[in-house]
T-cell receptor, first 114, second 115 residues
Framework: AQTVTQSQPEMSVQEAETVTLSCTYD???????LFWYKQPPSRQMILVIR??????QNATENRFSVNFQKAAKSFSLKISDSQLGDTAMYFC???????????FGQGTELSVKP | DAGVIQSPRHEVTEMGQEVTLRCKPI?????LFWYRQTMMRGLELLIY????????DSGMPEDRFSAKMPNASFSTLKIQPSEPRDSAVYFC?????????????FGPGTRLLVL
């Protein structure tokens, strides 16, 4: 069975600095999909970034980028120029190649301090 | 365009009562997912539908839970009878037909408290 592990329950960063959130996963699949979702205090789940395992190039979305290391089964999220609005829970998630359910990690609570 | 719509946003009920949660997916999406979020278990899938047909209901806790999708624009999750351990945030999400890692878009969630 696939598992997703986020080893950092809480992190904090100063406004305008860079922070990296860690995620590892376990799977025997070769092609799959990885996601980072953000959950602010409103509890809305918001997609941050998506990565297809067959693509070697790391995904980027404005200030958000990932470091995808397929062999190491690692999928970290880097947030550059952190903003107060980035304060939220961040969830890493795995999806099998045939689609279907998302398997979530436990989450990392990020606080951006002024 | 409207996102995924869920109702009610908050529900407080007493143990033993029936609870019905509702979801309207994004127009044009063919897959619909019900997730539950608790402190103890995190985010977990309860059930999902493709083209209104249940595909994976392995996450449904027990017979007290049931879900239906009578048409492409509406789904319900029913708990009968409810118990305090059902207290959680229930999310509905939708995507284009699940099969190629399509992004799932989440609704705002329903916060359920069973007393």
């Amino acid at each position: 069975a696939q598992t997703v592990t986020q080893s950092q329950p809480e992190m904090s960063v100063q406004e305008a600095e860079t922070v990296t959130l860690s995620c590892t996963y376990d799977t025997s699949e070769n092609n799959y999909y990885l996601f980072w979702y953000k959950q602010p205090p409103s509890r809305q789940m918001i997609l941050v970034i998506r990565q297809e395992a067959y693509k070697q190039q790391n995904a980027t979305e404005n200030r958000f980028s990932v470091n995808f290391q397929k062999a190491a089964k690692s999928f970290s999220l880097k947030i550059s120029d952190s903003q107060l609005g980035d304060t939220a829970m961040y969830f890493c998630a795995f999806m099998k190649p045939q689609g279907g359910k998302l398997i979530f990690g436990q989450g990392t609570e990020l606080s951006v301090k002024p | 365009d409207a996102g995924v719509i869920q109702s009610p946003r908050h529900e407080v009920t007493e143990m033993g009562q029936e609870v019905t949660l509702r979801c309207k997916p994004i127009s044009g999406h063919n897959s619909l997912f019900w997730y539950r979020q608790t402190m103890m278990r995190g985010l977990e899938l309860l059930i999902y539908f493709n083209n209104n047909v249940p595909i994976d209901d392995s996450g449904m806790p027990e017979d007290r839970f049931s879900a239906k999708m009578p048409n492409a624009s509406f789904s319900t999750l029913k708990i009968q009878p409810s118990e305090p351990r059902d207290s959680a945030v229930y999310f509905c999400a939708s995507s284009s037909l699940a099969g190629r890692g399509e992004t799932q878009y989440f609704g705002p969630g329903t916060r359920l408290l069973v007393l």
